[in-house]
């Protein structure tokens, strides 16, 4: 019988046979979970990190769980990689000193094997896959009250009139036992409610008809004032840390902070809907609102020269920056704390450090520094650019002329090199008479090339010796046995002397100049190891420039120091700004150099001119870059130690992003947005309509106004919150309208005086019993003081006024204790410096800047009545107070006092107070008298 040997029958069956011999060798290879994977958690793993407290917050007993990793954040599974799993490192034992288990039988190498080939195999676990009902990782799920939706809640039941407000705080009033106050008489209530609007005491034509005037008129005017924005600006700026310095050592200034500033003020009082508030200030560059990307930047950051240039050095400052800009973010509109997952998974909140990663590329493509401030103001300035352009033209080619006349050659650059006829020497010397700044001279460099360097033209020459001609070479370097003198450094500068004109190195990011010790006559000599023909001579100036200099060698043959080149046969540097009387220039009269340096000087001030009409207005905001860096998942936040790279997105329990890894960078800020200024997103609304109440009432509804995660408070009247929340959103997210449903109610209206049987039911007032009565802030006691004294300064906007005497260096600022009419501004416009107290106001809690400050401190301290009462400023102001109310009333006692109170305190004084004051005008002074005023708790406390 004749088999089939042959044909493509034979070859197909041969090959099906083949494949079900793979499939099934496949099939046996298969590592089976609940055989196999699963003893080994259970006899290893689950009695340390099982569901009950597990330690390091790793759970091993769900797939999800191992994905998502422990508190430090990194993944303990990645299916399909076993190599980059850190379960399979851990139990390796690749650190020794994190070796799992640490203690009991470690796992065998066939078991180690075995676990390995299971997640190459894509860590099959029945029931967990993803898809799957059990797939969901409940370890991310949060019942957390602030992270559920937001509805309306129904108005309770309130026969008291018909403000829902008053109905939802009568219901825990009624509960607790509790009713509210009465109403508190008309001169409190304007008093109280031009303080919380204006941060101002209400003026005479408020306070002399507040009986007859109509409530809600009153309010409406207050919001329309510009003193409600100057107001309610510097609440906001208090949540995001706002300065015009950097902070740390330095300090130093960001001198176009300022129009940020502006532009809060000017969106409070225009009302800007508060999703436009929050979508400018991120997206403001698409926006046309530059100066609204201030809020990125708002927060303490290093300086580069601050910062190491060693890979580590740098990429830990970027982490910094970026964590100001999570930290603004997430608790300014969020109320969450999602910087405290920056090294590893949120202790408290259902925060993943991979959330915390993926917000952080967002803003990859992100930057500190000045941008363009477009609008009509820098229209004006490009408009300008053309005639200032010729006009600079124009003066450049008569300084040429006049240059080319007097027979003197260019200017010397920033990089200068003499060349000369070779000369067979041991040493090169530089000798400065001034620099261009009349300051102390200063160097990074100082170079001798030998006689092979190239003839060029005099141009800037390069750092680097690649640059020169093959055989030439620079032997002014320690490397070759010179050695460098001075004839003086600065002290501040002594870790960064004069070795380092000679040290080779090129890039000034790693380099730190010679610095004379004082402005004047300084030099810088190098001596060789060896006698070495050469013929050029070039150094690399730092901020003082050397422009009146010459430069010596010395001649081996004769042994004496020989000149080689001066600049003084040189045209003037247009950054010179030295005294024309000053200039000395080979060949020409004094006469003859004036004419240059007037010259010089024009064209000077027209280049500075046209720079700066064509850099335009400018803001210290967020810049952005088009291709941002991709952003790692750090193991304990080290940026040396990167785990995997992550899209950008926001927190998985708010519902995360779907954006890849190289989305757009502004389709990521584009997406957070969208996300932040949803109706339905469950923080946005919660979190800004309860700042508003806290700055009515003293305290927010949730006391933690920046933290509403688990470690944060709860609030006091839930309902109310999301009514406010709902109310918000549904009225366009017009700020104003929940002021005048709040400054409208019962509960703010009502009386502040205590009754004793409430203060033992609700000490603190939290459920609004009676109005809480509390101090005024900082800035509002300063402005009140001004206004009281008839000398505050009105104008709105523009560059602050100092409250510090401005220093140079690493010294501090010192605080100013006499100011004029500029100084006379609210305080809102003083410039804002980190990390310094504000004198006599920094007593009464008013924030430095040096952190976030959503609840200011309510302190008593005996610091504040002695400072109030004896401070320069304050007396000053009494005086200027006791002068208007003399030009206002003249010599009568009684109505000087009487006009005093109103002024200070919006009502006429008692009989007692009017005979105890009276002996005191007679025996101190109507200025002493207003000085007692000033400190006296009624002008300090709203009631």
């Not at 600006?233 to 940020?260: C, M």
Request: glycine fraction near 6%; charged fraction near 25%; include cysteine.
């Amino acid at each position: 019988m004749k088999l089939f040997t042959s044909g493509p029958i034979f070859a197909s069956l041969c090959g099906f046979v083949l494949l079900l011999v793979a499939d099934n060798s496949a099939a046996s290879d298969a590592v089976l979970f609940e055989q196999e994977i699963l003893p080994l958690l259970q006899s290893h793993c689950v009695d340390c990190h099982g569901a009950n407290d597990p330690e390091s917050g790793l759970r091993v007993d769900r797939r999800s769980s191992l994905i998502r990793g422990g508190d430090s954040g990194e993944a303990a599974l990645t299916p399909n990689q076993a190599d980059g799993s850190l379960l399979l490192q851990l139990v390796r034992g690749d650190d020794a000193d994190r070796r799992m288990p640490p203690e009991g039988e470690s796992l065998s190498t066939d078991e180690i094997a075995l676990l390995s080939r299971w997640i190459d195999q894509g860590a099959k676990w029945p029931g967990q896959m993803p898809g799957q009902k059990d797939a969901q990782d409940d370890t991310l799920q949060s019942d957390h009250w602030s992270l559920q939706p937001f509805s309306r809640p129904k108005v309770p039941r309130f026969d008291q009139g018909n403000n829902a407000i008053d109905a939802f705080i009568n219901k825990r009033l009624d509960a607790a036992g509790l009713t509210f106050s009465p109403p508190a008489d008309s001169i409190s209530i304007a008093r109280r409610v031009s303080f919380v609007l204006t941060g101002l005491p209400p003026s005479d034509s408020v306070t002399g008809d507040a009986k007859e005037r109509d409530y809600a008129t009153m309010v409406d005017e207050l919001l329309a004032s510009p003193e409600y924005g100057q107001r309610w600006a510097q609440h906001w700026l208090d949540v995001i840390r706002w300065a015009e310095t950097v902070g740390f050592e330095t300090n130093s200034e960001r001198k176009q902070a300022w129009p940020y500033r502006d532009w809060v003020i000017d969106a409070f009082n225009s009302d800007k809907p508060y999703d436009q508030f929050i979508r400018e200030q991120i997206l403001g560059d698409e926006l046309g609102q530059d100066a609204a990307l201030g809020f990125l930047v708002a927060g303490p950051a290093n300086l580069p020269g601050q910062i190491g240039r060693d890979e580590e050095a740098m990429r830990q400052s970027r982490q910094d920056e970026l964590d100001e800009v999570i930290q603004t973010v997430s608790q300014g509109i969020m109320g969450l704390t999602i910087g405290c997952a920056r090294c590893h998974n949120h202790k408290f909140d259902p925060i993943l450090q991979k959330d915390y990663y993926s917000l952080q590329a967002i803003f990859a493509g992100m930057s500190y520094g000045d941008r363009r401030l477009r609008g009509e103001a820098d229209d004006r300035l490009t408009d300008r650019v053309p005639a200032e352009a010729e006009k600079l033209r124009s003066l450049i080619a008569k300084a040429d002329s006049l240059r080319v006349q007097k027979k003197l050659r260019p200017p010397l650059p920033s990089f200068p090199k003499e060349t000369f006829d070779p000369i067979l020497a041991d040493g090169v010397r530089i000798e400065i008479m001034a620099t261009n700044n009349d300051g102390a001279a200063s160097l990074y460099e100082l170079q001798a090339w030998t006689s092979e360097h190239d003839n060029g033209a005099e141009e800037d020459v390069s750092k680097n010796a690649s640059s020169q001609s093959s055989t030439s070479r620079n032997i002014a370097l320690a490397s070759n046995g010179s050695r460098v003198s001075a004839s003086s450094f600065a002290l501040a500068n002594q870790t960064r002397h004069f070795d380092n004109l000679i040290d080779g190195s090129s890039d000034r990011r790693q380099a730190f100049p010679w610095v004379a010790a004082k402005a004047g006559p300084a030099w810088a000599q190098v001596d060789f190891a060896n006698s070495t023909m050469i013929n050029a001579v070039a150094w690399d100036t730092s901020s003082g420039v050397p422009v009146d200099l010459v430069v010596k060698v010395r001649d081996v043959a004769t042994g004496q120091w020989r000149a080689v080149a001066t600049s003084r046969d040189r045209m003037l540097r247009t950054d010179d700004i030295r005294k024309a009387e000053s200039i000395v220039i080979d060949g020409l009269s004094q006469k003859e150099v004036k004419e240059l340096w007037s010259v010089n000087q024009s064209v000077n001030r027209t280049r500075l001119s046209v720079n700066r009409l064509k850099a335009g207005s400018r803001v210290y905001a967020a810049r952005f870059s088009e291709n941002p860096a991709a952003t790692w998942q750090l193991r304990r936040g080290d940026p040396m130690q990167r785990i995997a790279m992550v899209p950008p997105s926001t927190p998985v329990v708010l519902g995360a992003l779907s954006l890849g890894i190289d989305a757009p960078e502004r389709t990521r800020r584009q997406a957070l947005v969208s996300q932040l200024t949803s109706p339905h997103h469950p923080l946005t609304a919660r979190v800004i309509v309860n700042r508003i109440w806290q700055h009515h009432f003293g305290i927010g509804i949730v006391e933690t106004p920046s933290d509403f995660g688990k470690m944060g408070s709860l609030p006091s009247h839930p309902q109310l919150l999301d009514w406010l929340a709902s109310e918000l959103v549904d009225n366009n997210w017009s700020l104003k309208h929940i002021h005048r449903l709040i400054l409208n109610s019962k509960t703010f209206q009502q009386s502040s005086v205590p009754r004793p049987a409430a203060l033992q039911l609700d000490a603190d007032s939290r459920l609004l019993w009676r109005f809480p009565p509390r101090r005024i802030e900082a800035e509002s006691i300063r402005d009140s003081i001004l206004q009281a004294s008839g000398k505050l300064n009105s104008q709105m906007g523009g560059r602050g006024f100092n409250l510090f005497q401005q220093r140079g260096g690493l010294s501090d600022y010192k605080p100013l204790e006499t100011f004029d009419h500029e100084g006379w501004r609210r305080m809102i416009y003083a410039h804002k410096i980190r990390m310094q107290s504000v004198d006599v106001f920094g007593t009464f809690d008013c924030p430095d800047a040096g952190q976030m400050k959503p609840r200011r401190t309510q302190s008593i301290t005996p610091l504040q009545s002695l400072s109030l009462l004896n401070s320069p400023f304050v007396n000053r102001q009494a005086a200027f107070f006791a002068s208007r109310i003399e030009d206002e009333v003249g010599a009568d006692l009684n109505a000087q006092i009487d006009r005093a109170f109103e002024i200070a305190f919006s009502r006429k004084a008692t009989d007692p107070e009017r005979i105890e004051l009276i002996k005191l005008v007679r025996d101190e002074g109507l200025m002493q008298m207003c000085r007692v005023l000033i400190n006296t708790s009624e002008f300090l406390y709203l009631r």
